[in-house]
């Protein structure tokens, strides 16, 4: 009677955690939460801060401070146009949850791939081509020279 031959690897630990939510997208009380993209936050907080400044009713802490210089280098996108524009292309993709869409036009992705790397939800949800389709849309509208 033959022996059984012992494994050649170990069994693959069950995701828990942290990897779990990015695979399946777990956002608990936040789940259906309408999000921003750092270049919508930019835009959002210099729009009230500019109307604040007109009010003379302008409160500048370290956080608020520190909050836009961060999305200053962070954003992707700095025109309004070009944000709103993105904006419209991840809107008519339904088939995303509004934080994938977030996270999209954030990351900024080169490739499906890398995109599905960083936002792991979204692999079953959209076919490579079309994500490449439309990663290579939003690249269209990033000007690099901002």
């Known amino acids: 009677m033959a022996q059984a031959t012992a494994p050649t690897s170990r069994t693959r630990e069950k995701i ?30 210099n729009a009230v801060m ?27 996108f700095k025109v309004k146009e070009n944000i709103e524009a993105v904006e419209r292309m991840l809107t008519s993709h339904t088939e995303m949850e509004l934080f994938e ?27 490579d081509l079309d994500l490449q389709d439309l990663l290579d849309e939003i690249t269209k509208l990033r000007n690099f020279t901002e």
């Open 50 to 76: 500019d109307h604040r400044k007109q009010q003379r009713k302008v409160e500048e802490t370290e956080t608020l401070i520190k909050t836009q210089d961060y999305l200053d280098v962070f954003a992707r």
């Open 16 to 45: 828990t955690g942290d990897e779990e939510a990015a695979a399946e997208l777990k956002l608990g009380e936040f789940q259906n939460v309408p999000t921003l993209t750092l270049s919508e936050a930019r835009l959002l907080i």
């Open 101 to 127: 869409r977030s996270q999209l036009g954030s990351l900024c992705c080169e490739s499906a791939e890398e995109a599905k790397t960083l936002i792991p939800s979204l692999t079953n949800k959209i076919s």
